[in-house]
């Protein structure tokens, strides 16, 4: 596929982060891709950050830990409320480049099925392989789906557990490539723990995945936090890249969904009717 | 090179055993695989719920396992036998990967994409030993002229066939079109000569040819690669798949008929052509015999047992004329008409122990189960329940146990109850229970796991008959979308029997809501089911019904007849 394909208008007027913050250090610029095109980046000396393609200026935002720009024209960020609660701990926990497209990426991060068999003793352990029924749905206003009561058992389910029990998650899709997750913090059953997966397309068939993470965990060390998500995010990364083709397929009749992929079903749909083309293949007619 | 002749893939000693090789043939990528049965498998090397190449998966020998998701998918007919993140639910028999013809001949294995088998390669002979395979990324065209260019010492030219015979014996080369830009070159050699040199020296010719071809590649622009062409699946997966049951309608042969316990003899049937559809544990076919009646049987073939089903059937004191035609009646060689494998009785693989109770010949879908557990190490025990040790079915399956099969022999009914309150002692989290048998024992089960506090929906049950009462005192209508007609279906009669009489009447057998024949499509009003065929999922969506039990809850439905 070549790079040079132009992103469609709705993947092209979205924010994509390109960084996490702190691995910007101030003076030199430094050079990612999006979309195909060399964006460069970098911060001044009065800690603001800046980012450009070889001709003009691109919009910035600092926000999540990571650095936001777009080559086109962005409404507003999504929002994570959580974030700014005082209590909670946000660190950015890593980059990973994958050669699959951001959607798949996606996708994956929205799936359980796979928990046991490849985060297995992690998040999920064999023979307990079954996706139980959860429900999904578009937010009124259509900018967002929502998957809650999503039960998956896992094996240590809290650090204070040592035996298996089901874990509830919910799932967010606010952004074609942005995913956010919640999950009951084993520190605090009332509230959940986040976890974000920011996906950077860096071409049609190429991502990077920026992890956020904003936790109850006062134990932890941001390293070992970091290397736990890393450790999680290379278990998928070979499967993503085995994966074909590399871009998300968006005809219902390309992949045999099952009950278990509701979420993927209405992710796809959604990409379609916002005329997503940039790294899916469009269903035809 | 064209895909209409049998094309080398591989060589027969890159496909080690429980190994998933991948190969390339005109840019479909292609995983090839040997069972253990002996069996090569040529598919296409992708998983078809999310993509994922199967070369990465695992072969257990007698299935493919996806890395993904765990999908499972049968020796050669491909068909998915198990989707782990439902484990309570059959797959469709559609769900069923693309595969192509395998033929292993001269140490290599050979496929071809033609609507039908062309001839097959002239063999060198036996003794014929394949050449180490060449990679090169150069356009196939370009790697045959240069192969016709050759003329291997001992050999002589080749030519345009690339056949050469001389004093060190026959050689044959040949070009694999893997995409428009890259090729592998293969070859097979007959010669007195001692294998290693020779094998030696002639991937020298290979290797040296290789790199004549890349460089006359380099002067020439890259060829793009074919694009991928994969199969659209079938619509009615795209919209959450539900279960189609057919007639019988597939012809198989008995190929071996056999006594495997007192009164019981064992059917193999093997298809007549091409290969017979996926089955899963628990499954069953309806068996159309030759004196008219529809009968069905559980299957008792074990995970990769995909080129014959094996049936058991016991002569019935009180044969209605089924199990007594096949015993006295049916020999080796006579033909039947069958239906695809159909489950009402899936078996969960997400148990942390499974149980097993069998009574008498119910052991048949239990035996299906115990063996796909056992190849997947899962922990189970089959007790199985018979009048005497030689009423016992199937002895080289239960051999293959051990100690996990616990006979109980000669129990009269409140023996038997006693042992399945031991068995049944307390429900334990995450253990399933499968029974199987004659009715009482059903039902002494049934009462046994309620008192002991089991989930009604941990403890499985298959029925070869309806034993419910059938509840016949409503009235309503029917209308008949295709037919334009309108029925009353009075108290104490059937929808079947109205049908037959209006002459519109689908075929049927058992009428009593058990083997599923006289289903129809419901298009609208509220069923009240009744029958113990269809699944839970398949009651709630309401779009079919079995006509010779099912009745409405509205004032009518409306039928696709």
Not at chain 1, 133 to 142: A, L
Not at chain 2, 86 to 111: K, Y
Request: aromatic residues 6%; hydrophobic residues 40%.
């Amino acid at each position: 596929m070549s790079p040079q394909t132009q992103p469609d208008p709705f993947m092209r007027d979205q924010w994509y982060p390109v960084s996490a913050l702190q691995d910007i250090a101030a003076g030199t610029p430094r050079v990612t891709k999006l979309f195909g095109q060399r964006v460069s980046y970098r911060r001044e000396a009065d800690g603001a950050c800046s980012a450009s393609t070889e001709d003009r200026a691109l919009p910035v935002l600092q926000r999540y830990g990571c650095l936001w720009t777009s080559l086109g024209t962005p409404g507003e960020l999504f929002e994570i409320p959580e974030y700014t609660e005082a209590d909670r701990r946000n660190v950015a926990a890593g980059t990973v480049a994958v050669q699959v497209s951001a959607q798949r990426g996606i996708e994956n991060f929205l799936d359980m099925g796979h928990f046991p068999y490849v985060h297995t003793g992690i998040l999920g352990a064999l023979p307990h392989t079954e996706v139980k029924e959860y429900n999904v749905e578009e937010t009124p206003d259509g900018r967002e789906i929502i998957a809650t009561e999503c039960l998956f058992y896992q094996p240590m389910a809290s650090t204070v557990s040592t035996s298996g029990a089901d874990v509830e998650y919910i799932y967010r899709v606010p952004h074609p490539t942005c995913s956010v997750l919640y999950k009951s913090s084993p520190l605090d059953e009332k509230r959940l723990d986040v976890i974000a997966l920011f996906g950077q397309p860096t071409g049609e068939e190429s991502f990077r995945g920026h992890m956020v993470l904003s936790i109850l965990d006062d134990v932890n060390t941001d390293d070992f936090i970091s290397y736990f998500q890393l450790h999680i995010f290379g278990q998928d990364k070979p499967i993503l890249e085995n994966q074909m083709p590399k871009r998300l397929p968006l005809d219902p009749r390309a992949e045999t969904p099952i009950r278990a992929d509701k979420t993927s079903i209405m992710y796809r749909r959604w990409l379609t009717r916002h005329g997503a083309t940039y790294g899916v293949i469009p269903a035809q007619g | 090179m064209s895909d209409m002749t049998w094309v080398p893939v591989a060589n027969a000693s890159d496909l080690a055993p429980r190994h998933v090789f991948q190969g390339r043939l005109l840019g479909q990528e292609l995983a090839i695989w040997r069972a253990d049965d002996g069996n090569v498998n040529v598919w296409e090397n992708r998983c078809l719920h999310r993509g994922v190449r199967l070369s990465i998966g695992v072969n257990t020998g007698s299935e493919l396992v996806c890395q993904y998701h765990g999908w499972r998918y049968a020796n050669r007919n491909a068909g998915c036998t198990y989707i782990p993140a439902h484990p309570a639910d059959a797959p469709p028999h559609t769900i069923c990967n693309r595969t192509w013809p395998a033929l292993e001949q001269d140490g290599l294995i050979w496929t071809h994409f033609a609507p039908v088998d062309p001839p097959r390669p002239e063999s060198l002979g036996a003794g014929a030993l394949a050449l180490r395979p060449q990679p090169v990324a150069a356009a196939p065209e370009l790697a045959r002229a240069v192969l016709a260019g050759l003329s291997p010492e001992g050999f002589g030219p080749l030519g345009q066939d690339l056949v050469a015979s001389g004093p060190a014996g026959r050689l044959r080369l040949m070009v694999q079109a893997a995409d428009a830009g890259r090729a592998v070159l293969r070859g097979l050699v007959l010669s007195d000569e001692a294998p290693l040199p020779l094998l030696r020296r002639l991937s020298l010719v290979l290797r040296l040819a290789r790199d004549e071809i890349e460089r006359r590649a380099a002067t020439l622009p890259v060829p793009a690669p074919i694009p991928h062409r994969s199969e659209r699946v079938a619509p009615e997966l795209a919209e959450m798949p539900e279960m189609v049951s057919g007639p019988a309608r597939i012809r198989v042969r008995v190929a071996k008929k056999q006594i495997v316990g007192e009164d019981i003899v064992a059917l193999e049937l093997a298809g007549l052509r091409g290969t017979l559809p996926a089955s899963q544990p628990g499954a069953h076919i309806d068996v159309a015999l030759p004196n008219g009646l529809l009968r069905q049987y559980s299957l008792v073939n074990a995970p990769g047992e995909t080129d014959r089903y094996v049936i058991g059937i016991k002569r019935e004191a009180q044969s209605t004329g089924g199990s007594a035609a096949i015993h006295d009646s049916l020999a080796e060689g006579d033909l039947l008409a069958i239906s695809e494998p159909r489950n009402n009785f899936t078996l969960r693989r997400d148990a942390e122990e499974t149980v097993l109770i069998a009574g008498g010949i119910g052991v048949t879908p239990l035996l299906s189960m115990a063996a796909a557990l056992r190849d997947e190490g899962l922990p189970f025990t089959l007790h199985y329940f018979a009048a005497s040790a030689e009423t016992l079915a199937f002895g080289e399956r239960l051999a293959l146990l051990g100690e996990r099969m616990v006979p109980y022999l000669g129990l009269d009914a409140a023996q038997t109850t006693l042992a399945l309150q031991g068995i049944l002692k307390g429900p334990g989290a995450d253990r399933q229970v499968y029974v199987c048998g004659p009715a009482p024992m059903l039902d002494a089960a049934r009462a046994t796991a309620a008192e002991a506090g089991w989930p009604e929906a941990a403890v499985h049950f298959e029925y070869f008959a309806n034993t419910r009462e059938i509840d016949t005192s409503s009235s309503f209508r029917i209308e008949l979308a295709r037919s334009a007609l309108s029925l009353e279906v009075p108290a104490g009669r059937s929808i079947l029997s109205v049908l037959q009489e209006a002459g519109v009447a689908p075929p049927s057998s058992c009428s009593q809501g058990a083997c599923g024949t006289c289903m129809v499509r419901l298009l609208e009003g509220e069923p009240d089911h009744q029958d113990v065929y269809l699944t839970g999922a398949e009651k709630a969506a309401g779009e079919k019904i079995l006509t010779c039990v099912s009745r409405a809850k509205s004032d009518r439905l409306i039928l696709d007849l």
